[in-house]
Structure formats: structure tokens, C-alpha cells
Antibody, heavy 116, light 106 residues
Framework: QVQLVQSGAEVKKPGASAKVFCKASGYTFTTYAIHWLRQAPGQRLEWMGWINAGNGNTKYSQSFQGRVTFTRDTSASTAYMELSSLRSEDTALYYC?????????WGQGTMVSVSS | EIVMTQSPATLSVSPGERATLSCRASQSVSSNLAWYQQKPGQAPRLLFYGTSTRATGIPARFSGGGSGTEFTLTISSLQSEDFAVYYCQQYNNWYSFGQGTKLEIK
């Protein structure tokens, strides 16, 4: 079946970086864009940006510009999100989602906790 | 940035009854509006896109409507599995979500 499976939870110190993967299966990876979103405790979902899985083009939300990088490995049908210069406010559940008629398939989420 | 506002924050409804959830956009999003359902410990699940087009597998008791800045999600006869948090999301100008409406059992 069509699914996105994300990497496991991470605990980071302030100033460190976190890298999350999102592995696609059940469809042709390069056909759809992958978006990254996050949900901090008690907050609404926040869009971070997207990567065109076919050509690798990216678009980042201004809120994260300069701190986030999206990449993909087509041979592994996997997208990656790296967030640098982490601060406590970055503690959140990070999701990848496939773009088709908005976001039709979501990963299970990856908890990134930032604490000294 | 387009701000999405949902109301009410919490809606208490008895099983079998009708529930109507509202979503307002700070400026027109045309019909580029989606609804999601989220249960505890799960990722959001797409219910509607294009305001009123049901996603795959969504039962007919769910309906979506509206246009421009005012949108509604209606569940005609609530089932136990429908109690969850619902989010609206616009994709007319980048992407933004409402704060959610929690639908709870009365």
C-alpha cells in the first residue's frame, strides 16, 4: 500500500542539527512532491516547505529559510529534512506528506525534542 | 500570510446527531480548501480537497461546502469513530492550517 515511513524520535541539544528521513513505498517516488510540516505541542500545523522528488527543486517557508534543507535520494525513494541551529521552540512532531489533492498521504511523524 | 480560523474550538455532540464545523480564511482562498481528521497518536487524514471533493474512502455522511472565505464541514450522523480533531487548510497561497476543532462525545 502507499505509505510514508519516517525515522524515529530524536533528542538534541540547542544549537545542534536534526535530520529526519521519510521513506516512500507503494508508488513512484519521483512523481509527487514531498512536503514537510511540523506540529509543536498545543500549536497548529505549520508548513515548512517542499521538495520536488523528481528534479530536487525546493521551496522553503520564510519561517525556516536558511535553517532547513530538504534533499532526496531517488534510488532509495527517500526524502530528508535537516533543521539546524535547533532551539527549544523547535520541539515538535515533524511530518512528511505527499502532495496529491493537497496532502493525501502522511508519514507517522517524528518527534524532535530540543533540550539542554 | 493567510490566517485560518476555526470555530468552535470544541464541539460536544451526541452519537447519531449532526455536527457542523466552521472555518474562515482571512482572505479569499477560492475553493482551495482541504479538511483533515486527526486522532490521538495518528497523523492527519485527508477528508476533503477542493472544498467538497471527498478523499478516497471517506464516507458519504461527511460533506464539505463553502467558497471564498467561509467553509463548513458537516457530519450528518456522528459515529463513534468520528470523534477527533478536525483541521482546515488552505492551499491557495502557500499553505496554512486552522487551529483545529475538537469534536467530543456529549
Amino acid at each position: 500500500q502507499v505509505q510514508l515511513v519516517q525515522s524515529g524520535a530524536e533528542v538534541k541539544k540547542p544549537g545542534a542539527s536534526a535530520k529526519v528521513f521519510c521513506k516512500a513505498s507503494g508508488y513512484t517516488f519521483t512523481t509527487y512532491a514531498i512536503h514537510w510540516l511540523r506540529q509543536a505541542p498545543g500549536q497548529r500545523l505549520e508548513w515548512m516547505g517542499w521538495i520536488n522528488a523528481g528534479n530536487g527543486n525546493t521551496k522553503y517557508s520564510q519561517s525556516f529559510q536558511g535553517r532547513v534543507t530538504f534533499t532526496r535520494d531517488t534510488s532509495a525513494s527517500t526524502a530528508y529534512m535537516e533543521l539546524s541551529s535547533l532551539r527549544s521552540e523547535d520541539t515538535a512532531l515533524y511530518y512528511c506528506a505527499r502532495e496529491s489533492n493537497s496532502f493525501d498521504i502522511w508519514g507517522q511523524g517524528t518527534m524532535v525534542s530540543v533540550s539542554s | 500570510e493567510i490566517v485560518m480560523t476555526q470555530s468552535p474550538a470544541t464541539l460536544s455532540v451526541s452519537p447519531g446527531e449532526r455536527a457542523t464545523l466552521s472555518c474562515r480564511a482571512s482572505q479569499s482562498v477560492s475553493s482551495n480548501l482541504a479538511w483533515y481528521q486527526q486522532k490521538p497518536g495518528q497523523a492527519p487524514r485527508l477528508l476533503f480537497y477542493g472544498t467538497s471533493t471527498r478523499a478516497t474512502g471517506i464516507p458519504a455522511r461527511f460533506s464539505g461546502g463553502g467558497s471564498g472565505t467561509e467553509f463548513t464541514l458537516t457530519i450528518s450522523s456522528l459515529q463513534s469513530e468520528d470523534f477527533a480533531v478536525y483541521y482546515c487548510q488552505q492551499y491557495n497561497n502557500w499553505y496554512s492550517f486552522g487551529q483545529g476543532t475538537k469534536l467530543e462525545i456529549k
